[in-house]
């Protein structure tokens, strides 16, 4: 080891850039799905506050969509996540109409939450919706529940939705994952930084890669 790491104490492990807890398998930023989903919301809620979209209608669907989502644990999107070949066939056999209203439709909703015979992507259950009946058949699964009738999981709801609302309306952004005009940018150098911090060190206590290659 070289003198001057002699006596360093070891860098800590980089931690989740949402919650600050531990990150788990191979992600540099975040530890969950959720914790990446939470600060998107955060970030997108504060731009359209800031550039005045927020008072659009479908804006505000939006938003209660998106924040409902992250309240209860985030879209589960490898589940159900579909090809854009798959997705393209669904959009031709549905003739691109909303089966809702019968208008144009280029969104592809899961009419089950647990599909058919668990199959979350099953055909039958999938078909078109155009934008507004899509959001207008989330928001219509949104369930209200009161301190009485489950008083450990309103308490959890309401926690967090305080949060995420001090959050959006920090002036300056509590976390740089928070911040929807640096963050587009920064996190691919913060990303590069942790994957340089993680790399092992040689008996010189200098940085090496996991490749080799003779001379």
Request: contains cysteine; aromatic residues 6%; positive net charge.
């Amino acid at each position: 080891m070289r003198s001057e790491d002699a006596g360093r104490p070891p860098e800590p492990p980089p931690l989740c850039v949402n919650c600050d807890g531990p990150l788990l398998g191979n992600g540099l930023l975040y530890c969950s799905p959720r914790c990446e989903q939470e600060a998107g919301y955060v970030r997108y809620f504060r731009q359209v506050l800031k550039d005045g979209r927020w008072r659009k209608p479908e804006i505000q669907e939006t938003i209660r969509i998106r924040g409902v989502v992250v309240m209860n644990g985030g879209y589960p999107h490898p589940e159900r996540a579909i090809s854009k070949e798959y997705r393209e066939f669904v959009l031709r056999r549905d003739n691109y109409t909303c089966r809702a209203c019968g208008g144009p439709g280029n969104q592809v909703d899961h009419i089950r939450l647990y599909g058919l015979s668990g199959n979350i992507n099953h055909p039958l259950n999938l078909q078109v919706l155009c934008g507004a009946c899509h959001r207008a058949k989330t928001l219509a699964d949104v369930r209200t529940i009161s301190h009485r009738e489950d008083p450990d999981l309103w308490q959890q709801l309401h926690d967090k939705s305080v949060e995420l609302d001090r959050r959006v309306r920090a002036d300056p952004p509590e976390r740089p994952c928070d911040d929807e005009t640096t963050w587009p940018t920064a996190w691919r150098r913060l990303q590069a930084e942790r994957r340089a911090q993680l790399r092992p060190r040689d008996r010189s206590g200098r940085r090496v890669g996991h490749l080799r290659l003779v001379q």
